[in-house]
């Protein structure tokens, strides 16, 4: 049971970073804006994150975890659905902008929830950081 859970997290860790599909996201992004607006949304998207932070962590703080998660899936699923449609500058940066915030709300909350499931698991049956699971 513990393995599956981490083995999970770590899958769903993986599929959330933007590392991850960067590259492939950026050639198609390119097909419609030039390198310099692309760069644009860059430097947008990545003061929202840092601007972001406080008043999405207030949300999650007041309202939940799991809320705060809802919120940054629903975010997520529209940014996507927008992202197939968009064909011009602006509605980039609006989904660009919805994206920095998906991101924020989940922002922290991935990790406490992963760690309290984690604390679920009896004691005998963690994985110790250096050790190989059984």
Do not use: H, N
């Amino acid at each position: 049971m513990a393995e599956r859970l981490v083995a999970k997290y770590y899958s769903f860790q993986v599929t959330r970073s933007i590392g991850f599909i960067s590259p492939i996201f950026a050639l198609f992004v390119l097909r419609d804006l030039s390198f310099a607006q692309y760069g644009l949304l860059g430097g947008l998207y990545s003061m929202l994150v840092i601007l972001g932070e406080v008043p999405t962590g207030y949300i999650g703080d007041r309202y939940g975890r799991r809320t705060s998660l809802a919120i940054s899936i629903v975010c997520s699923v529209l940014l996507l659905a927008g992202f197939v449609v968009a064909q011009s500058f602006l509605p980039y940066v609006l989904f660009w902008i919805l994206w920095a915030f998906a991101l924020t709300f989940a922002s922290g909350k991935r990790g406490r929830l992963a760690l309290r499931r984690a604390r679920s698991i009896p004691r005998r049956r963690r994985v110790r950081p250096g050790s190989r699971p059984r």
